[in-house]
C-alpha cells in the first residue's frame, strides 16, 4: 500500500511547487511509482514545473466529478519513467470537493502507486485543508523569513487538527550571504522557531529558477549538490513513514 504526503506552506513563493516536483522526480528516478496530485486550483503552476502544459486534456476536477476515470486524468511524465502527473484545474472550484474526495481518490492511487504527493494551495483556507485529505505526511516548506516561520507554525496546528501528526520540514531559499550580513535569521534561529522535524535544507541558487523556468526538475541533472540534497530528503521522508507504520 502506497503513503499520501501533502505539501504546505504559509505564504506563496517559498518554493513549494518546485519541491514538490524534485521531489517526486527523485523518487521515481529511485525506481518507485510516483503520483503527483496539483491541488491548487485556479492558480495551477505544477504542469510548468513538469513541462506538462501543452499535455493536459483532464484535471482532478474532472475526476473528483465523475466527468473521467483517474487513468484518463494521469499523464505520464515521459523524462522520468514511473513518475506521474494529474493537473489542477484552470478555475478555482473548491466547494465541489471535499477532504472525504481526496482520501477516496488516495485510497484508489495508494492501491497502484508507492507515493501520492499533493501540492496543496499556500495559506490555511479550505483548499488546503482539503489537499490533507487521506494523507499519511505532511512536508511544510518555509524560507528563512520571520512571517514565513511565524506562519507555518500556524499550517502545522491546521494540519494536526486534520488529523495530521506526520509533519516535517523543509527550509528553502537559505542565502549564506544574507545570513552572514544579519539580513535573514540565522539557521540556529530557524529550528528554534519550528521547533519540529527539519528533513533537509535547499540553499538560494539560480539554477533552480533556471530549470524551473524550462520544465525540467532540477534533480535531473545527476552528482550536484541539489540533486544529492533531493536525494537525503526522499530517504528521510521514507523512514519517517516508515517509523510511523511501524508505530
Given at each position: 500500500?502506497?503513503?499520501?504526503?501533502?505539501?504546505?506552506?504559509?505564504?506563496?513563493?517559498?518554493?513549494?511547487?518546485?519541491?514538490?516536483?524534485?521531489?517526486?522526480?527523485?523518487?521515481?528516478?529511485?525506481?518507485?511509482?510516483?503520483?503527483?496530485?496539483?491541488?491548487?486550483?485556479?492558480?495551477?503552476?505544477?504542469?510548468?514545473?513538469?513541462?506538462?502544459?501543452?499535455?493536459?486534456?483532464?484535471?482532478?476536477?474532472?475526476?473528483?466529478?465523475?466527468?473521467?476515470?483517474?487513468?484518463?486524468?494521469?499523464?505520464?511524465?515521459?523524462?522520468?519513467?514511473?513518475?506521474?502527473?494529474?493537473?489542477?484545474?484552470?478555475?478555482?472550484?473548491?466547494?465541489?470537493?471535499?477532504?472525504?474526495?481526496?482520501?477516496?481518490?488516495?485510497?484508489?492511487?495508494?492501491?497502484?502507486?508507492?507515493?501520492?504527493?499533493i501540492d496543496s494551495?499556500?495559506?490555511?483556507?479550505?483548499?488546503?485543508?482539503?489537499?490533507?485529505?487521506?494523507?499519511?505526511?505532511?512536508?511544510?516548506?518555509?524560507?528563512?523569513?520571520y512571517a514565513s516561520?511565524?506562519?507555518?507554525?500556524?499550517?502545522?496546528?491546521?494540519?494536526?487538527?486534520?488529523?495530521?501528526?506526520?509533519?516535517?520540514?523543509?527550509?528553502?531559499?537559505?542565502?549564506?550571504?544574507?545570513?552572514?550580513?544579519?539580513?535573514?535569521?540565522?539557521?540556529?534561529?530557524?529550528?528554534?522557531?519550528?521547533?519540529?522535524?527539519?528533513?533537509?535544507?535547499?540553499?538560494?541558487?539560480?539554477?533552480?529558477?533556471?530549470?524551473?523556468?524550462?520544465?525540467?526538475?532540477?534533480?535531473?541533472?545527476?552528482?550536484?549538490?541539489?540533486?544529492?540534497?533531493?536525494?537525503?530528503?526522499?530517504?528521510?521522508?521514507?523512514?519517517?513513514?516508515?517509523?510511523?507504520?511501524?508505530?
Amino acid at each position: 500500500m502506497g503513503k499520501a504526503i501533502v505539501v504546505a506552506s504559509g505564504k506563496g513563493g517559498t518554493g513549494k511547487t518546485m519541491f514538490t516536483a524534485n521531489l517526486g522526480t527523485t523518487l521515481a528516478r529511485q525506481g518507485h511509482k510516483v503520483v503527483l496530485i496539483d491541488l491548487d486550483n485556479g492558480l495551477r503552476n505544477l504542469d510548468l514545473y513538469l513541462g506538462m502544459e501543452n499535455n493536459i486534456v483532464y484535471d482532478v476536477n474532472d475526476v473528483l466529478t465523475g466527468m473521467c476515470r483517474i487513468r484518463q486524468a494521469l499523464i505520464k511524465v515521459k523524462s522520468c519513467p514511473g513518475l506521474y502527473f494529474m493537473a489542477a484545474s484552470p478555475q478555482k472550484s473548491d466547494g465541489e470537493i471535499t477532504p472525504l474526495h481526496i482520501k477516496v481518490l488516495c485510497e484508489k492511487l495508494k492501491k497502484k502507486y508507492d507515493y501520492i504527493i499533493i501540492d496543496s494551495p499556500a495559506g490555511i483556507d479550505d483548499g488546503m485543508v482539503i489537499a490533507t485529505g487521506g494523507c499519511d505526511m505532511a512536508v511544510i516548506v518555509v524560507t528563512p523569513e520571520y512571517a514565513s516561520l511565524r506562519n507555518a507554525d500556524t499550517v502545522r496546528r491546521t494540519i494536526e487538527a486534520q488529523g495530521v501528526k506526520n509533519i516535517a520540514y523543509v527550509v528553502n531559499r537559505i542565502d549564506l550571504k544574507l545570513i552572514e550580513t544579519g539580513k535573514a535569521p540565522t539557521f540556529d534561529e530557524v529550528v528554534r522557531d519550528i521547533r519540529d522535524k527539519i528533513v533537509g535544507i535547499i540553499q538560494e541558487d539560480e539554477n533552480i529558477h533556471v530549470s524551473t523556468n524550462l520544465g525540467i526538475p532540477i534533480v535531473s541533472v545527476e552528482e550536484t549538490y541539489i540533486s544529492r540534497s533531493f536525494m537525503a530528503m526522499a530517504l528521510r521522508i521514507k523512514r519517517m513513514l516508515s517509523d510511523e507504520q511501524r508505530d
